[in-house]
């Protein structure tokens, strides 16, 4: 009995670590899915998609597409940039554990895609 209380904190820390890495990842793939999604809506624009209400309905479709096991994106942690040819969507998350540990990192991804020729003006 002793041993085992002696063990049973480690022993949860290390399943509760294998449980905060697993959302980590899965807080990862879906903010990279809801980005390349944002740069898919904005490469078949017909206007400028960094800009006015384009801008505001990517940022949208990427913060509805994002689906965390934690807190919602802001649509203002949403970049979008357009150089005439590419479209680049970038979105930051803050990831907070769940772990005694706490450690928190900032998940960054960004997608680049080309406009396309038949929709540009």
Do not use: C
């Not at 949208?60 to 940039?81: H, R």
């Not at 930051?92 to 960004?110: A, K, V």
Request: glycine share 4%; aromatic share 10%; proline share 6%.
């Amino acid at each position: 009995m002793v041993e085992f209380a002696l063990i049973l904190p480690f022993l949860l820390l290390i399943i509760w670590g294998i449980i905060d890495i697993s959302r980590a990842f899965q807080t990862i793939d879906s903010l990279t899915s809801a980005v390349r999604e944002g740069a898919r809506a904005a490469a078949v624009y017909s206007s400028r998609p960094d800009t006015g209400t384009s801008l505001a309905a990517i940022q949208a479709i990427v913060a509805t597409d994002f689906t965390p096991l934690g807190a919602p994106i802001s649509p203002d942690s949403v970049a979008v940039t357009w150089d005439g040819t590419q479209v680049t969507v970038k979105a930051d998350y803050q990831f907070e554990s769940l772990t005694p540990l706490l450690w928190e990192m900032t998940i960054s991804r960004t997608a680049v895609m080309r406009w396309e020729d038949t929709t540009a003006p």
